[in-house]
């Protein structure tokens, strides 16, 4: 029985809830119903106000553009009428001027007959004067034009004569004062002390004891070391001191090291001289690379080939006149790009062929012909440009010089070898060489005295002046210039100067 008064409660109890449900869920429904007409209200009274702003915003806009437009359009309307003025007062100007014109063109015309007539009347008076002037010349107009052209002729052309030759004479005066300069500017800049050096090194030792261990029983530590070395030992009674004597200089300098090692080491037996050799070799080869490398490094060249610059360092052995190749070289390359600087033209070009220009001499006793073309050659093989190798070949006068830095070459050689102190020569060889010099001058017919002077790089020549006229003397200095480059052999070069000289005296009584 309470199970089923359980059950009705449920029953009620659930109804309960589902009525009540019920009503909640319309109370909702119209409270969201009226809501939403409210949102709905406020959207319309906010789209209407919307509208009516841009309503206004767009009107106001309008009328400022208006007025834009108005405002913009009255300025066209001023410019356009300024431009109708200006256009009105240049065409007032042109009618001006055409009425200007007409007056002129009518005064023109007006004046042409009076200029016709009066032309008319001066031809007959020149016809007049001309006729007269023949009476009295003796000669008719056509003669006396050509006497005058012919006499103005002969005044142009002795005054084109006198210029040329004072033009021709100041331009050569102003390129000798500028070749000096640059010449003279050059020589300060670059001009070094040269060491004098021969075929003979001298190495000392601690004392005479010492020759005896050197030269070994029955000689055979000095026949080991001649053998291997190449070169000369000289051992007499020189105290503490003996001799290598040798003309190849890169194996003197060897021998020099090998010999100074074994006497310090003081184990002095063949297979001793072998290694120490053996380490000379490779030490002087190490001191020739490093040798080329600071000549490239000091004239600022680079991109030499390995054996270009093994080449250059050979140098710093070798000799000429006793002036050493390498500093020689350097010093041609300094000249060169002082040179090529001043006159301007490539610099570069011009030292890296003073560098190179006597890289031939390296070699010149393995390969027969002259050192120029030798160093031409091998520098061709190392892909050297070929205005490098035309001063190579040029720098003696092998081959002609076709370029500015091939003539810089030959100029920079003949400064660096021919200035006082740079080669050397005895005292004998060097008045043989005057003598001589005065010798090839006095043999040519018509000289009357010759004199050698600035160390025998200039001879003066006296000639007879009833025997030679000047003429004579130009070709008689060219004789001689080239009879002294067959005959006589000299550093550098000589000038061959002669002088010709007419004096008329007289006396009054």
């Not at 029955?218 to 003996?242: K, S």
């Not at 004998?428 to 043999?443: D, F, G, M, T």
Request: aromatic residues 4%.
């Amino acid at each position: 029985m309470q199970v089923v008064w359980i059950i009705v409660a449920a029953i009620i109890g659930v109804a309960l809830g589902f009525a009540l449900n019920r009503f909640f869920v319309q109370d909702r429904a119209a409270r969201a119903r009226d809501s939403a007409e409210r949102i709905l209200q406020d959207a319309e009274k906010q789209a209407e106000t919307l509208r009516k702003e841009a309503l206004i915003e767009a009107k106001d806009q309008i009328f400022r553009m208006k007025q834009e437009a108005e405002i913009e359009a009255k300025e066209r309307r001023k410019e356009l009428t300024a431009l109708e003025n200006r256009l009105m007062q240049r065409e007032e100007n042109i009618d001006r001027r055409a009425e200007a014109l007409d007056k002129r063109d009518h005064q023109l015309s007006s004046m042409q007959g009076q200029i016709a007539k009066r032309e008319q009347d001066l031809e007959e008076l020149i016809a007049q004067e001309k006729a007269r002037l023949e009476s009295l010349a003796g000669m008719t107009a056509e003669q006396a034009r050509n006497l005058l052209l012919d006499r103005i002729k002969d005044d142009v052309k002795r005054d084109a004569a006198a210029y040329i030759r004072e033009a021709e004479s100041q331009a050569r005066e102003e390129a000798d004062k500028k070749a000096r300069n640059i010449v003279g500017i050059a020589i300060q800049r670059v001009a070094s002390d040269h060491t004098a050096e021969s075929t003979v090194s001298v190495v000392h030792i601690p004392s005479d004891d010492m020759k005896g261990r050197i030269i070994g029983r029955e000689g055979r530590n000095i026949r080991a070391f001649e053998q291997l070395t190449g070169i000369n030992l000289i051992i007499d009674d020189t105290p503490e001191a003996v001799i290598l004597s040798s003309f190849d200089p890169v194996r003197r300098e060897v021998g020099r090291i090998a010999l100074e090692s074994l006497i310090s080491d003081g184990r002095i037996h063949p297979a001793r001289i072998e290694e120490m050799f053996d380490k000379a070799e490779t030490l002087v080869a190490q001191q020739i690379h490093e040798a080329g490398e600071q000549a490239a490094f000091d004239t600022g060249i680079h991109g030499l080939h390995t054996e270009l610059i093994r080449i250059i360092g050979r140098l710093k052995y070798r000799t000429s006149y006793g002036q050493n190749v390498l500093k020689h070289s350097l010093e041609v390359a300094h000249l060169a790009g002082v040179m090529a600087a001043e006159l301007g033209v490539d610099v570069q070009l011009a030292k890296r062929s003073g560098l190179l220009h006597d890289i031939g001499k390296a070699i010149d006793h393995e390969v027969e012909g002259p050192h120029a073309l030798i160093g031409a050659d091998l520098a061709r093989r190392m892909n050297e440009p070929k205005t490098i190798l035309h001063c190579i070949e040029a720098h003696h006068g092998d081959v002609e010089p076709a370029t500015v830095e091939a003539v810089l070459i030959q100029a920079a050689d003949a400064i660096s070898a021919a200035r006082p102190g740079a080669r050397r020569e005895t005292l004998e060889s060097y008045i043989k060489r005057l003598e001589k010099l005065e010798a090839v001058a006095q043999s040519h017919e018509g000289v009357e005295k010759c004199y050698a002077m600035q160390a025998g790089r200039e001879i003066r020549v006296m000639v007879k002046p009833e025997q030679l006229d000047d003429s004579d003397s130009v070709l008689l200095a060219r004789d001689i210039a080239k009879q002294i480059e067959e005959e006589l052999e000299y550093p550098g070069q000589i000038k061959v100067m002669v002088i010709r000289e007419s004096r008329a005296v007289d006396y009054a009584k």
